[in-house]
C-alpha cells in the first residue's frame, strides 16, 4: 500500500511564502510524474504544477513566476515553493503522483495525498 503523505499547510499573509512537502511510502519501485493540484470551495481540483521523472516541469499560468516544484526521487518526496501568496491562492492542496510501481505487485497505479490547507490573508 502507498501512503502520500503532506506537511507545510498553514495561514500566511499576502505576499508571504510557504513550503509543501509531500513523501510517498510503500513498496515503491518507481513514480513517474509527480504534482500538486487544488480546490478551492465552489471549484474544480485544478492542477497547480507538475514535474516528471526527469525534472521537466508544467505550471499552471496562475502561479509561473511565484511557485516552484521540484523533486528529491532518492526519497520520493515532491516540494512546491511557493512566494508571494496572493488571497485567491487559498485552498486544500493536494499531493499526487502517476504510475508508481509498487513491488511485488509490479502495477502501476495513481495516488492522492489526503490534502493540506493553505490559506492566505489579505
Known amino acids: 500500500q502507498v501512503q502520500l503523505v503532506e506537511s507545510g499547510g498553514g495561514l500566511v499573509q499576502a505576499g508571504g511564502s510557504l513550503r509543501l512537502s509531500c513523501a510517498a511510502s510503500?513498496?515503491?519501485?518507481?513514480?513517474?510524474?509527480m504534482g500538486w493540484y487544488r480546490q478551492a470551495p465552489g471549484n474544480k481540483r485544478e492542477l497547480v504544477a507538475s514535474?516528471?521523472?526527469?525534472?521537466?516541469?508544467n505550471y499552471a499560468d496562475s502561479v509561473k513566476g511565484r511557485f516552484t516544484i521540484s523533486r528529491d526521487n532518492a526519497k520520493n518526496t515532491v516540494y512546491l515553493q511557493m512566494n508571494s501568496l496572493k488571497p485567491e491562492d487559498t485552498a486544500v492542496y493536494y499531493c499526487?503522483?502517476?504510475?508508481?510501481?509498487?513491488?511485488?505487485?509490479?502495477?502501476?497505479?495513481?495516488?492522492w495525498g489526503q490534502g493540506t490547507q493553505v490559506t492566505v490573508s489579505s
Open positions: 510503500g513498496r515503491i519501485l518507481s513514480i513517474n510524474d
Open positions: 514535474i516528471t521523472s526527469g525534472g521537466s516541469t
Open positions: 499526487n503522483a502517476q504510475r508508481v510501481l509498487t513491488f511485488p505487485t509490479m502495477t502501476a497505479k495513481e495516488y
